[in-house]
């Protein structure tokens, strides 16, 4: 993972479409895991970021239908969203697919707020698993 989130950093400036591409690897690749380790092996069916993220929200119990708590249920929501989101950023833009010429490269700032968010989530992720398994 922290080879993943080293060449997401290291990317920004000079690639920053090939950073927003290595956010999205990272929250699948730590989605992945998260969901192998829980058990299943759906996601070899070609789930797509959203399902990932759902999928592995679950396992976590931080789905946002999950928690009684209206703050806790939005934030979680909005994690939903920024994981979503980012994933969209990297089929439009990244340069994991091909845009032709209807393709608007993204600007540094904007692979380093994908980076920064995609880093944050997936540092939450592991450290919401690693806190469940203690708890087993």
């Not at 690639?15 to 591409?21: F, R, W």
């Not at 929250?27 to 969901?35: D, F, G, P, T």
């Not at 993204?106 to 398994?133: C, D, Y």
Request: net charge neutral.
């Amino acid at each position: 993972m922290q080879k993943l989130w080293a060449k997401a950093l290291e990317r920004r400036a000079a690639d920053p479409d090939g950073a927003v591409t290595a956010a999205t690897t990272l929250l699948e690749e730590v989605c992945k895991h998260i969901i192998d380790d829980g058990g299943e092996e759906g996601w070899r069916i070609k789930w797509d970021i959203p399902k990932l993220y759902a999928e592995t929200a679950k396992l976590l119990n931080i789905a946002p239908a999950q928690d009684q708590e209206n703050v806790i249920r939005a934030i979680f929501g909005n994690c939903q969203s920024v994981v979503q989101n980012i994933g969209s950023l990297r089929n439009k833009g990244g340069d994991a697919h091909g845009g032709g010429r209807a393709r608007v490269p993204f600007e540094p700032r904007h692979a380093t707020l994908a980076v920064n968010l995609a880093g944050s989530m997936a540092l939450f992720l592991i450290e919401t698993w690693q806190a469940k398994r203690e708890e087993i």
